[in-house]
């Protein structure tokens, strides 16, 4: 667990605290305070990234992406994705709303992913911190930026909108985290074969993780 803010970073109170606490588990009160964690971190990533907000999506990378997202949905890791982003009765028809929902399916996790145990805990071990901390570093550094598990967790750690700091520990589980969900983003085209940053990627990914988070990076 890091130093990050609690606003944006930790998981509610009433979920690490001891066993006596469990017994008085407030469900309620759980969901209220994770909703506000969500609602807290997609206006950072609104106040952060003004110009990714207004920014046009690339309209032809975007074409090409979802048809490759509607072709491979019986492959890796297509499959996983439309399963987390819960999409019982097929993929969305419109481009932008597959392709972002795409994006953050194993963000949001709105379903099963078909993945092992050992990676969703792994992904899940990723707070809002260092997911908005990653995005927002590295759409500030602009398309054609490296997004290597190493560089994300350097954009988190650095990023001037998170309050606090990593421990030491710290690195070794957010980079696994962050290890599973560069190839997710390389398959969708939001890096490259590089493993950077493409105007899509640029567009999208702040849109993902908002949309994982039950908002919208154009909606106030």
Known sequence: MSDKDDNVTRLPTSEVEGYDDLLEFDADEFLREWQEADRAAVEILREALPEVVATAVPAEQLRRAAEGIRRGLKDWPHRHLATAAGWRGGPPADDEILWTQAAGALIAMNGESGLGTHEESALMTLQHADWAGAVIGLARAGVGARAH???????????PEIEGSYDPDDREPVEQGFELIVPVWEAVGALDEHRRLTPLGHWGLPRALAWAWDGSLDEG
């Open 149 to 159: 598990p190493s560089d994300l967790f350097s954009y988190a750690d650095r990023c």
